[in-house]
């Protein structure tokens, strides 16, 4: 059962993030402002509601799951995921409201744009770092083989 939560949150809040990045390089490349000013408000609203929730899930399951578990990928799982969170809260979150509140009063100005740079940046960090704990996570749960045989 808490594998199960952990695997369903993990999944929702990479899932999250991925489409967000890919969405907002989708419509800043092509969009009109009037989409990519929608984009902002529904990465905000429902998206934000649904990313949080789902990370501190994942990460909460996590740290129970881990309890029972020790070695060099739980290390490395634990490790990671205050980098997430840290990442997640004081940079893609403020960056996500600022870039919404700007675009629904029309302002694409430089600061907009080094906004989106930094919470575009900020977003690959965290997509990283979360398919490296997937990466792990699958290890430990033997769906997938590991590299070297003394991984853990
Ligand atoms: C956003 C961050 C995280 C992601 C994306 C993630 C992803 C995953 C995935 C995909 C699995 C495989 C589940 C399965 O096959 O059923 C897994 C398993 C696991 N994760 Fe995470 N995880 C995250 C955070 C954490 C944290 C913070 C910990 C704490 C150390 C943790 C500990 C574990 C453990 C112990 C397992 C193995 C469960 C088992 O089979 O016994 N995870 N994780």
Partial sequence: MLKRLHLTASML?????????LS??????MGARQSIAQLKH??????LWVLIPTMVLAGAS?????????????????????????NGLLVLVPCAIA????AATGRFDTWFYIVQFI???AGAV????????????LRLSGRLRRATPHGQ
């Fill in 13 to 21: 809040a990479l899932f999250c993030i991925a489409t967000f990045f």
């Fill in 24 to 29: 907002t390089i989708l419509v800043e490349t």
């Fill in 42 to 47: 529904l990465i905000v609203s429902p998206g």
């Fill in 62 to 86: 996590g740290m129970l799951l881990s309890r029972s578990r020790q070695g060099r990928l739980v290390g490395s799982k634990k490790k990671r995921m205050p980098f997430i969170s840290a």
């Fill in 99 to 102: 870039l919404n509140l700007w």
């Fill in 119 to 121: 919470e575009l940046i």
């Fill in 126 to 137: 965290n997509l990283t770092l979360m398919g490296l704990n997937v990466r792990d996570g």
